[in-house]
């Protein structure tokens, strides 16, 4: 008799549960909630490449046509004059040589910077290191422009206003914070034990980081080497500050040659705005990959 009204009971408890389960109201099926996500993000890269696509449009017309007062997305007259005179007859190449040489020399003395400190944040415990870390972290969010009258000083009274020199300092000084939080990240997510094995087997401290981390770090390595690249190759203020000789313009400040009193030469403009484009789409090609790994280490690291 026990045995039955314990079946009893269970079967009860069960039913019950089952009423329960069904009457509770259903969530959003996961399926609509990607598909809503993949739709904001297309309208989002329609967006940003709308602005592109009209560059590569218009530069492909003669000047004609881009003041047509009835513009057309597809040029009926395919023309490539205006990159032959962006590329040809002006410095603008000079320009883009100029702000690759600049960007990659201040990217390599960032890294140079960046790398042992990061380690050292990570590795290296010492009273105020969060103090430090934050003061790090808070000179990035400083504009510009604040610091840019004291920079045009110091530029000029050491003699180093109007060269190379002084725009690889104050970039490399300028991405350094960024790049070492973003480094941290990957030393943090690098197991002790690794570093510790490497020294059991007779390596120094700097041997294990030298050979053992920095391999490790590529990734991180590479994020942090595109995102402080395309900072640079963007810059308008400090180019256009430190520099004024035609020969060391940059690229940022170059494109402006095309804005005149008079009015702007569509054609040459876009065409000029699509070669500064190149390197950049050509970099993100390549380290695409490290550049997702390094934004992502930063943001769940620290």
Do not use: H
Not at 18 to 39: E, I
Not at 59 to 69: C, F, Q, Y
Not at 85 to 99: A, D, G, H, K, Q
């Amino acid at each position: 008799m026990m045995t039955m009204a314990n079946s009893a009971t269970a079967r009860g408890n069960t039913t019950m549960a089952r009423r329960t389960a069904a009457d509770r109201p259903r969530g959003r099926p996961r399926g609509s909630t990607s598909r809503w996500v993949y739709v904001g993000l297309a309208a989002a890269s329609v967006l940003a490449l709308t602005p592109i696509l009209w560059a590569v449009s218009t530069s492909l017309k003669p000047e004609s046509l881009v003041i047509n007062a009835d513009p057309t997305w597809i040029p009926t007259n395919l023309t490539f004059e205006n990159y032959r005179i962006v590329l040809n007859e002006s410095m603008f190449p000079r320009y883009v040589l100029n702000t690759f040489l600049v960007a990659v020399a201040a990217v390599l003395f960032t890294l140079v910077c960046a790398l042992p400190a990061a380690y050292a944040a990570s590795r290296l415990p010492f009273r105020g290191q969060r103090a430090m870390l934050f003061c790090i972290l808070t000179t990035t969010m400083i504009p510009g422009i604040a610091i840019l009258v004291p920079t045009y000083y110091l530029a000029v009274t050491t003699g180093l206003y109007d060269t190379f020199v002084i725009l690889v300092i104050v970039y490399a000084a300028w991405q350094v914070p960024s790049s070492v939080w973003v480094l941290r990240g990957f030393v943090d997510s690098v197991p002790v034990d690794i570093e510790e094995a490497a020294r059991i087997d007779g390596c120094s401290r700097i041997g294990a980081f030298l050979r053992v981390l920095m391999p490790i770090l590529r990734p991180g390595i590479g994020g942090a080497f595109i995102l402080a690249f395309v900072n640079i190759w963007n810059d308008f203020l400090i180019a256009s500050t430190m520099v004024s000789t035609d020969e060391r313009r940059l690229v940022s400040v170059g494109l402006y040659q095309y804005l005149s009193d008079t009015g702007v030469i569509w054609g040459q403009l876009t065409a000029a705005v699509v070669v500064t484009l190149l390197p950049i789409i050509v970099l993100f090609t390549v380290l695409s990959r490290y550049l997702t790994a390094g934004l992502a280490a930063g943001a769940t690291k620290g």
